[in-house]
């Protein structure tokens, strides 16, 4: 009976159209082979041919089967024609990231991401934000959009670099800066670097540009042979805070901020000024020119260097105030803290301040305030420690000395 049951396991039933087996599966050391019909699934279905995967791949990072993409962290997932878009959370933010040890792809990555942007509006801004690292835009020139603010993270670690520079000619001025500024725009939390040795090499520059600011930004011109200025506005409005502005050079006429024009304003506060200047050359921290106006508010203002002549704040045509603000002169034979040229319209009002050129009180060369005939100079309640010239107004200004009211050289 034993010897019954274990035949009865395996039972092979052979007709004209089937082959059946019963508890048990076919094994064979070679091939099995379907001559017409096909092969049987237990669903009833019959294949006849083997099968192939169309239109994708068998499997997703090893995941055979069927795989579902879902969205996560404010990420969408759509379908249409056969594609699957992946819609990150932002609407209108980009979010541009350096290429991996290659400033110059990152410098054009950044360049691309901008003119990307085309439906910019009052009603439709957009943040350009960039990652961490450095973007090197070489000779290029990277032009602001209205509607556009660009964005680092951090002045310490997001830096863009160029070496954009000019000619002497006027109209090519603003053409000299790594970025040019756009009306309804700004630019803030990054650092930018001038490295041109052309002429006139600046930070950044705009021309005709309103509404425009700037803020937690660090300004470096350092390779310009003639004129590097950190900030240049021509005809342009900037509200700017927390800058932190370089200007060097090896020649001559450095420059940390130069505003010009009848339209031209700036609104400055916490922020500083480096200039030096170089070899037989001069440095200016602050100069208004052809009508422009200024607002400066805790600034530190720092001239230093040369064998000519360097002056802390120069108004030359325009009108400015300076509040609770420090104004450092040093090197030249000939330095001045704050002065206006011989012009009725040049004026500006000085309140508590320090200005401070070196206590050479016998010398024409050496002045804390320097009042060109016409114009208007007015100190309130401001320490210098050097002559004054011109007989600037004094409010409750005092020097080093005690002196409580402008003196005049002996």
């Known amino acids: 009976m034993s010897r019954a049951a274990a035949l009865s396991v395996f039972v092979l039933l052979i007709t004209s159209t089937s082959l059946v087996a019963q508890q048990a599966a076919i094994r064979a050391n070679g091939i099995i082979e379907s001559q017409q019909t096909g092969f049987r699934f237990p669903d ?39 594609t699957i878009t992946v819609a990150g959370p932002y609407k209108r933010t980009l979010v541009v990231s350096p290429v991996p040890n290659n400033p110059t792809a990152s410098g054009t990555a950044l360049l691309n991401a901008l003119a990307s942007i085309t ?3 009052a009603t439709n801004r957009y943040l350009l934000k960039l990652e961490p690292g450095i973007y090197d835009l070489g000779p290029n020139q990277l032009v602001m959009k209205s509607y556009v603010d660009i964005e680092g993270s951090g002045q310490s670690v997001t830096r863009i670099e160029g070496a954009r520079g000019t000619g002497e000619t006027e109209t090519s001025f603003v053409d000299a800066a790594a970025i040019r500024g756009a ?90 000024m480096e200039v030096q200047a170089g070899e037989g050359s001069s440095g200016t921290g602050f100069t208004l020119a052809q009508g422009a106006t200024a607002m400066i508010d805790s600034c530190t203002i720092v001239v230093e260097g040369g064998t000519s002549h360097t002056t802390g704040v120069m108004v030359n045509v325009g009108s400015a105030t300076m509040t609770n603000s420090t104004v450092r002169v040093s090197g030249a034979p000939d330095r001045k803290g704050v002065a206006t040229i011989s012009n009725a319209a040049s004026a500006i009002d000085i309140h508590d301040s320090r200005i401070i050129v070196g206590s050479v009180w016998n010398s024409f060369d050496v002045l804390a305030l320097s009042k060109g005939t016409g114009s208007q100079l007015r ?25 409580t009211s402008c003196p005049n050289p002996s």
């Open 379 to 403: 100190a309130y309640s401001t320490l210098t420690d050097s002559a004054s010239l011109g007989a600037p107004v004094c409010i409750l200004t005092y020097s080093y000395t005690g002196t």
């Open 183 to 272: 009306s309804v725009s700004e630019l803030r939390q990054l650092t930018v670097v001038n490295t041109s040795s052309n002429m006139y090499g600046f930070g950044y520059a705009a021309n005709g540009a309103t509404d425009t600011r700037l803020s937690d930004v660090t300004l470096h011109a350092v390779g310009a042979l003639v004129a590097p200025i950190g900030l240049f506005l021509e005809n342009a409005g900037v509200d700017a805070s927390g800058l932190t502005i370089v200007a060097k050079t090896a020649l001559q006429g450095s420059g940390g901020i130069y505003i010009s024009g009848a339209s031209a304003a700036i609104r400055l506060s916490r922020s500083t």
């Open 119 to 121: 439906t910019n509006s």
């Open 44 to 82: 009833g279905t019959i294949q006849s041919t083997a099968a192939t995967v169309t239109g994708g791949v068998p499997s997703v990072n090893g995941i055979a089967g069927a795989v579902t993409i879902v969205g996560n962290g404010g990420n969408t997932v759509s379908t249409a024609s056969g």
